[in-house]
């Protein structure tokens, strides 16, 4: 009966590791289809912030276990994120256009790729999953871009997801 057990639990460790792996490959293509989506929903990058902020998540039983950066695949943002009430002149911005914008939100004035460190740090899933992918853009802006103009990219994530998630998770049948 031991013998059972063991060959039970071995095989269950095996499928873990193989549910975990295929996790942290979805992640990284989640995180190039975040970038790719944010860049051409039609917003603008003034700092880069917003963009350097998305990350993507991996916890296992609630606890962080590994994340994709942004800010890890594209350059770095170009200053401090911008604040309200204050008024932004750039003669070559993010995205590499002279360029004014007016805050309409506060922000701690730091940068978005501590905020995407901090987020995956400090968040946990609800739930009891043994896996959750979360997929976070966390500047303080983010949901008024989004709100605004549609232009951080992720319902197009989403509904992106949503076909592509399920067959790139899958394990393949034993043959």
Request: glycine share 6%.
């Given at each position: 009966m031991r013998i059972v057990r063991e060959a039970i639990a071995d095989y269950h460790k095996k499928m873990e590791d193989d549910v975990e792996k295929r996790c942290r490959i979805y992640c990284n293509a989640l995180c190039e289809y975040a970038i790719e989506f944010r860049n051409s929903a039609g917003g603008h990058n003034y700092t880069g912030n917003l963009l350097n902020s998305i990350v993507v998540c991996l916890y296992k039983n609630r606890q962080p276990i590994f994340a994709e950066y942004a800010a890890e695949y594209i350059p770095k943002?170009?200053?401090?994120k911008m604040t309200a009430p204050k008024h932004y002149h750039?003669?070559?911005?993010?995205?590499?256009?002279?360029?004014?914008?007016?805050?309409?939100i506060q922000t701690d004035e730091g940068w978005g790729e501590e905020?995407?460190?901090?987020?995956?740090?400090?968040?946990r899933p609800e739930g009891k999953n043994l896996f959750d992918i979360v997929v976070a853009y966390p500047v303080e802006y983010a949901g008024f871009i989004e709100e605004a103009s549609?232009?951080?990219?992720?319902?197009?994530l989403?509904?992106?997801?949503?076909?592509?998630?399920?067959?790139?998770?899958q394990i393949p049948k034993a043959v």
């Open positions: 943002a170009i200053q401090v750039f003669t070559r911005d993010y995205d590499g256009e002279e360029s004014d914008y007016h805050a309409e905020d995407a460190r901090k987020f995956f740090n400090s968040y549609q232009a951080t990219g992720i319902m197009e989403y509904a992106h997801t949503e076909k592509f998630g399920i067959n790139f998770l």
